[in-house]
């Protein structure tokens, strides 16, 4: 599904690295049925296995550049086909718990999340599943492992059900 091997993102990452930019960002870690990683759950749910595991790599490129890579979370699709967003919330809690754990905990260069989804006032879900403050908090909840969570403002979140209550510590 993809077409270049790890000599051209090398030189990717390095041309990027020699302009200045520091912060690489993953859009999305899939897209229907095609995933970057070689994700357990996504691949029980009938996503096709990558060739490459291009987060993987796309760690390994930033570390190796001094970057920070941000990981856009998984767009099943089912929101653009119904207007209900509660799939994609349901399937990223899986997907954010797969990624730290495989990578997160294991490559520096993890800078954090970059949360794709596109809401409104009309999206189903949305107000039952507080989804905007799920998908939120629950990412910054991680990441604040990750540096601390008084670094830089960051909220913890703790969650019962899909209910995000924060508070600033």
Known sequence: HQNWGEKEWDADFRHMKSIGIDTVIGIRSGYRKFITYPSPYLLKKGCYMPSVDLLDLFLRLAGKYGMKFYFGL????EYWDTGDMSHEV???????????????RKYESFGGWYLSGEISRATKGAADQVTCAYYTGYALFILSKRVGAKEKGIRRCLFRDSVCKSAVK
């Not at 998984?74 to 699709?77: E, N, V, W």
């Not at 349901?90 to 997160?104: A, R, S």
Request: glycine share 10%.
């Open 74 to 77: 998984y767009d099943s699709g």
């Open 90 to 104: 349901e399937h990223n809690k899986y997907v954010i718990d797969e990624v730290w754990n495989m990578y997160g």
